[in-house]
């Protein structure tokens, strides 16, 4: 083989990229049409899917044989398609840990902003930003309890590092930008110790309120409706929670919150922050840029962050001991203690 074979250049990357809104748009079909809780109980063939959600064979053959390919189903010799082990815990609607209202909000509210992407880029600023309550509150009205899945994990593991279970006296979590109350919920499943401060904005606080009542533990939170820019924190928190907030505020309003946060701590106190981090020459983490790409098209102000830049902003906030826990979420935790 030539040297110019060996580094030929091809076509195929980018033609996978030109059809890489095609998987969750059929992800979206499938969950839609009912097709992977029709499988959850075991193999059917297309005629059976088909009966089962009152879908033509046509479309449901093909749209399975592509899931297939996308292993997200799978298909034995007779024919019948059956679930995978991912999709089976994740695209189900039934299950805690179901994951298809990310889809519904890739489709609906995402996908139609970033078809401005060129002139986005042209004006640095979004069409219409959502980290401003004007604009946002119905944007996270919408899609903040279909995300709880995605943070419950790490919000339960987070109970764990912090040695929640073992309290022996009370624990004042402040929750802060609540959305869903996916952290504070899980921390105060996690000990009868755990009483939750939940801030957000007024009309997303309304959902906060019912996602904790379905959990019955409305008698262990209370709620504060407001800006995170000038909402009354309180002070004392033994623990503030920081959940995937802020890539959407960008770095002189995190900064901002940062210190306002360490002033509603006590002493020894603990904040935790979930961030999508990007590598430091913002050079390899795909998920982390593209996502800045899209605090790009929704934000006004927001991007993505590295670990060392996070931890420069909790230092300057009087923050020490800054460390980084791996989690089952789509990013890692980020830990620092107000010093005693």
């Not at 580094?7 to 990229?17: E, F, H, I, S």
């Not at 420069?312 to 020490?320: E, P």
Request: proline letters at 6%; hydrophobic letters at 45%.
């Amino acid at each position: 083989m030539t040297t110019s074979e060996a580094t030929a250049v091809t076509p195929q990357r980018l033609m996978q990229m030109a059809w890489g809104y095609a998987p969750p748009l059929m992800i979206e079909a499938a969950i839609r049409n009912k097709v992977f809780d029709a499988l959850n109980g075991g193999a059917k063939s297309a005629a059976e899917v088909a009966s089962a959600t009152g879908t033509s064979v046509r479309g449901l053959t093909i749209l399975m044989n592509a899931l297939t390919g996308l292993e997200l189903l799978a298909k034995d010799t007779a024919g019948r398609y059956s679930l995978t082990p991912e999709s089976a815990t994740f695209l189900v609607s039934t299950k805690p840990t179901f994951l298809g209202g990310l889809l519904r909000h890739t489709s609906t509210q995402l996908v139609p902003k970033w078809l401005s992407l060129t002139d986005i880029v042209r004006s640095g600023k979004p069409a219409r930003g959502v980290n401003e309550e004007e604009t946002g509150s119905e944007f996270f009205e919408q899609f903040v309890e279909d995300i709880f899945p995605m943070s419950y994990p790490s919000a339960k593991l987070l109970a764990e590092t912090l040695a929640l279970p073992q309290a022996a006296k009370p624990v004042k979590v402040l929750d802060l930008a609540a959305g869903s109350g996916v952290w504070g919920i899980a921390l105060a499943q996690s000990s009868p110790q755990v009483s939750v401060t939940a801030v957000d904005w007024p009309k997303v606080l309304p959902v906060t309120q019912n996602v904790v009542k379905r959990f019955g533990l409305s008698d262990r939170f209370q709620f504060v409706a407001g800006d995170l820019s000038t909402a009354n924190f309180g002070t004392a928190y033994d623990v503030a929670t920081l959940g995937h907030i802020l890539h959407s505020e960008g770095k002189q309003s995190s900064t901002a919150l940062l210190k306002k946060t360490f002033n509603a701590l006590a002493p020894g106190g603990t904040i935790a922050i979930a961030e999508f981090l990007v590598d430091e020459e913002r050079a390899t983490s795909v998920m982390g840029l593209i996502f800045a790409v899209n605090m790009l098209v929704n934000t006004n102000d927001g991007d993505t962050f590295t670990f060392n830049e996070i931890s420069g902003w909790l230092r300057d906030a009087g923050f020490t001991d800054m460390r980084s826990v791996d989690s089952p979420g789509p990013s890692p935790l980020i830990l620092a203690t107000k010093p005693k």
